[in-house]
């Protein structure tokens, strides 16, 4: 199974922070890679596909890169809604697997 | 819009079985292969299982921790997707969402995401 590993696991920012957060998997995945975003008790909803195409209707303050085995997500400047968990998801080979999550708190 | 709606969670005794159901609404649901994940209390995602389109016959995958006891099955008439449960353990207690998506950039990705049903599993 490929290993999904994000870093770090959490993280303090303030608002209008630029935040990075990494996932690298254990072997190449091209760009069948996605990100995803879960607000405290709320359902997961897709940011990215493919490793840097946003999902319609996601702010552009979000964007991700990568490809091969190394990935970012970035949000540009914080927002008060962008406090949640992000979790990678890799769509390059079965069975799916998620990295462990980023948890983005409040400083 | 785009609607996932689960149902079918609940509380159910080691052994038990049970079938959660997920109607879709708001996009051409027979071209999408559809995901079902689950989320154990405090932890992080799992992927479970998916099942592709009528072009690819229905065929299934599962995670390791499911398969043979997992079943996912869809009725693209109904426009709905299906995970039969059997003899579920207490390490299945999890809320459990679906999610779907339709061919981009060389993949299915999950798209849309429902806002999930929870199961319980306990004596």
């Known amino acids: 199974d490929i290993q999904m590993t994000q870093s770090p696991s959490s993280l303090s920012a303030s608002i209008g922070d630029r935040v990075t957060i990494t996932c690298r998997a254990s072997?190449?995945?091209?760009?069948?890679l996605a990100w995803i975003q879960q607000r405290p008790g709320k359902a997961p909803k897709s940011l990215i596909y493919?490793?840097?195409s946003l999902q319609s209707g996601v702010p552009s303050r979000f964007s991700g890169s990568g490809s091969g085995t190394d990935f970012t997500l970035t949000i540009s400047s914080l927002q008060p809604e962008d406090f949640a968990t992000y979790y990678c998801?890799?769509?390059?080979?079965?069975?799916?697997?998620f990295g462990g999550g980023t948890k983005v708190e409040i400083k | 819009e785009v609607q996932l709606v689960e149902s079918g969670g609940g509380l159910v005794q080691p052994g038990g079985s049970l079938r959660l159901s997920c109607a879709a609404s708001?996009?051409?649901?027979?071209?999408?292969?559809m995901d079902w994940v689950r989320q154990a209390p405090g932890k992080g995602l799992e992927w479970v299982g998916r099942?592709?389109?009528?072009?690819?016959?229905?065929?299934?995958e599962y995670a390791a921790s499911v398969k043979g006891r997992f079943t996912i099955s869809r009725d693209d008439s109904q426009n709905s997707v299906y995970l039969q449960m059997n003899n579920l353990k207490t390490e299945d207690t999890a809320v459990y969402y679906c999610?779907?998506?339709?061919?981009?950039?060389?993949?299915?990705?999950?798209?849309?995401w429902g806002q999930g049903t929870l199961v319980t599993v306990s004596s």
């Open positions: 999610a779907g998506g339709g061919y981009r950039s060389g993949r299915y990705f999950s798209d849309y």
């Open positions: 708001g996009f051409t649901f027979s071209g999408h292969f």
């Open positions: 099942t592709r389109g009528k072009a690819d016959s229905y065929t299934t």
């Open positions: 072997q190449d995945i091209a760009t069948f």
């Open positions: 493919a490793a840097s």
């Open positions: 998801q890799q769509f390059n080979t079965y069975p799916l697997t």
